[in-house]
Structures are given as structure tokens and as C-alpha cells.
């Protein structure tokens, strides 16, 4: 079955930086266009970066230049590159398919996510 496992959030001041990972499996990664998300409290989650299957890659106005995302399809694994981190960027961060995964029996799926917090 489907599993995204995101990792490498955390406690950060503003201007720092943090590479967030996430591991796919029970799809074929390389042929999927995979995103990061993220849902800050109180907001919808939001796209912020995406990934083609031939590493074309597009993001969200509020992070261009400062975000990079990657992909190793050897690893099944999407990443995000974060520096000059805003307290703005404060959100649990999501990796999916774009669009996102949606299980016929119940629904989206989504990981657990990986908490970035940017502290001014």
C-alpha cells in the first residue's frame, strides 16, 4: 500500500536553513510527479514546490529562490532544500503526489508530515 514518510523538520531560527526528506513507497516513484505541501495552523495546505518524473521542476511565488526541491527515484525519496527560512514558513510539511494520492476505499491519503518551525 501507499506509505510517505517525511522527515528532517525542526526548530530553526529565521535566515537558517533545513533539508526535509520523504520516503515513497507501494507506487512506481518514477514515474510520478511528486509536491511538498504545507499547512500552517489555521490555513489550507498549500503546494509549495513540485517535481516532475523528469525533474522539471515549479514552485509557489512565496518560497521561489529560497526552496529547491530534488528527487532520487534510485531511493524513492523527494527532498526539500530550505534556506532563508521566514517565520512565515512555520507549517507541517507534506510530501504527496501532485495531484495527491487518493485511496479508492477511504479517501486522500496523506503522511504523518514533518514540523518546521522558524522562530524570528
Known amino acids: 500500500q501507499v506509505q510517505l514518510v517525511e522527515s528532517g523538520g525542526g526548530l530553526v531560527q529565521a535566515g537558517g536553513s533545513l533539508r526535509l526528506s520523504c520516503a515513497a513507497s507501494?507506487?512506481?516513484?518514477?514515474?510520478?510527479?511528486m509536491g511538498w505541501y504545507r499547512q500552517a495552523p489555521g490555513k489550507q495546505r498549500e503546494l509549495v514546490a513540485r517535481?516532475?518524473?523528469?525533474?522539471?521542476?515549479d514552485y509557489a511565488d512565496s518560497v521561489k529562490g529560497r526552496f529547491t526541491i530534488s528527487r532520487d527515484n534510485a531511493k524513492n525519496t523527494v527532498y526539500l532544500q530550505m534556506t532563508g527560512l521566514k517565520p512565515e514558513d512555520t507549517a507541517v510539511y507534506f510530501c504527496?503526489?501532485?495531484?495527491?494520492?487518493?485511496?479508492?476505499?477511504?479517501?486522500?491519503?496523506w503522511g504523518q508530515g514533518t514540523q518546521v518551525t522558524v522562530s524570528s
Open positions: 504527496n503526489n501532485v495531484p495527491p494520492v487518493t485511496l479508492v476505499l477511504s479517501g486522500p491519503y
Open positions: 507501494g507506487m512506481i516513484f518514477s514515474h510520478r510527479t
Open positions: 517535481i516532475t518524473s523528469v525533474g522539471l521542476t
